[in-house]
């Protein structure tokens, strides 16, 4: 299978970390309802072919999000390597289904904006704080780690523009509550270069060094990898991305994909930075799960390669 | 319509120039012949939305490419307004017939490989230039400005890995032989980020400076937008895109698309960088090209905006 040739850069890192969103963000997000034995083939692929971090699944309501409803099968069947399979958990009881099952990394799920805490998170913008912060506590007490994301960083669809000053005094107070990484999402895919350069500044302007920062691309607009190059080239090393490109049909606005892991992957070897991904591997898995899903692949790469 | 929250970053130029190629490179490579007076419309809808240079077609032989043996007349349609429609050129015949047209900016197409030189130009790498030259002599003795394309700059279907002294010895020797510019082209969109920057560094290196480079990125392996902000941070101010994404189908590994224009401009104006594009109008445009050729266009862009 053609793989990129390598032209390394200075001053960028020799590897970073691909945290693999597939199985949750992408297949919420799915009309389909995948049945769990394939969802766990699907994780177990994807850390097969060298993924460190795969998020499973989430402990929200299935009347929200009914996709992932088998979430404590899923994981069960996933079996203990909790590290390597990151749990979404909306609140404290989804933290106690969480530790019931031994999970060791949790991910919640914060706001930027007023009106999309409102309809997500059913809370206020400061109210948030109150809500996540005995879930975070009691998380860490249980030696758990815990990620924040962080959504709407770069635009929100009903209040339209975000300002960066926002978003850095929400995921300050996240850090503050325990969190141990940030991951800063561009919900519906409106960044451009630019903006994400000025964002990270502003964090590390307020204290948070890019080693605590992840980000969360959406390729709505087709920014996302050119997102990606500007968070790179600033400092960050943590990318979030889904396999395939998962996570909506690309023709419609509101739910478009996440940044392709294969497309990523193809860019930082290129550049002959480490992901430990195998990238063969990984293509053979979303072309395997597009076939499940009956649609093709948005990603480029595995368009390209599974031809 | 929605249009991207703007962000600028220091160091960035103020304005940049977007070299529109799609009614060329983009309908060349579509199955569906479409009719001269739909091209016609095209080009000039192009140029409404504020496209200063719209390549408008090719004076290559129809055997090999019947979607454009109506060059003549599409010229004729389009009027004399010859420097914001630039015509491909292959050899001293095609001048003839540019000169004839009064066309006052032509392009020829070089190859960086031996083997794209012999497929496509049935010559060899050497004897390219013996064969461009009186074509680019006679050009600029009538007063023509002559691009150069060079093309398989990143790598190559047949030989893979391309030589960056290799591509910079056959741009220079175009330039040598009169072209105003060069077009760097990745056909076979293989390239990344790095390799864009070392190619470009090497130019330089050989005394080309970067406002004698074009930059012409195609999205096999969804790299053309990153590319570009690699190009656009190294200094480069030109850029080629198609309307639309045109220029083949994407799910065929040997004629995927040029970069979209819409995800350029969206890109560019997301750092407030101008391109005298209105996006809206483009995309309307590009809905109706679209619609034409009875497939969705590959632009994320215009699939979020056209929904």
Redesign the interface.
């Known amino acids: 299978m053609?793989s990129?040739?390598?032209?390394?850069?200075p001053g960028?890192p020799e590897s970073v970390t691909i945290y693999e969103v597939g199985p949750r963000d992408g297949l919420q997000n799915e009309k389909a309802i995948v049945p769990v034995a394939v969802k766990a083939e699907f994780v177990e692929r994807l850390v097969a072919a060298g993924l460190p971090v795969v998020e499973a699944t989430s402990f929200v309501h299935p009347r929200w999000v009914p996709q992932l409803a088998d979430a404590a099968e899923l994981l069960e069947r996933l079996g203990p390597d909790g590290r390597r399979h990151p749990v979404l958990v909306p609140n404290e009881r989804g933290l106690q289904r969480a530790l019931d099952l031994d999970r060791e990394h949790i991910a919640i799920f914060g706001s930027a904006t007023e009106t999309f805490a409102q309809r997500n998170l059913n809370s206020t913008l400061e109210d948030q704080f109150a809500m996540f912060g005995p879930t975070v506590e009691r998380a860490r007490a249980g030696g758990l780690d815990v990620r924040a994301y962080v959504s709407m960083c770069?635009?929100d669809p009903w209040e339209?523009?975000v300002a960066i000053e926002q978003v850095v005094a929400v995921g300050r107070r996240l850090l503050d509550l325990g969190a141990s990484q940030l991951s800063l999402g561009d919900t519906i895919?409106?960044?451009?270069?630019?903006?994400v350069?000025?964002l990270l500044e502003a964090f590390n302007g307020a204290g948070v060094p890019d080693d605590l920062l992840a980000v969360h691309f959406h390729?709505?607009?087709?920014?996302a990898?050119?997102n990606?190059?500007?968070a790179l080239?600033h400092g960050v090393r943590t990318f979030d991305a889904s396999a395939g490109g998962l996570g909506g049909c690309?023709?419609?606005?509101s739910a478009?994909g996440n940044l392709?892991t294969?497309?990523l992957v193809?860019?930082l070897?290129?550049?002959?930075i480490r992901t430990g991904v195998d990238l063969a591997a990984l293509v053979e898995t979303s072309v395997w799960m597009a076939d499940v899903l009956g649609r093709?692949s948005p990603?480029?790469?595995v368009?390209?390669?599974a031809?």
Chains 1, 2 share one sequence.
């Open positions: 053609r990129p040739s390598v032209v390394t850069e960028l770069f635009g339209g523009d895919g409106v960044g451009t270069a630019g903006h350069r000025a390729d709505t607009y087709g920014q990898l050119a990606a190059e500007a080239r690309p023709y419609a606005e478009t392709a294969e497309d193809w860019f070897h290129g550049l002959g093709p990603s480029r790469v368009q390209a390669l031809g």
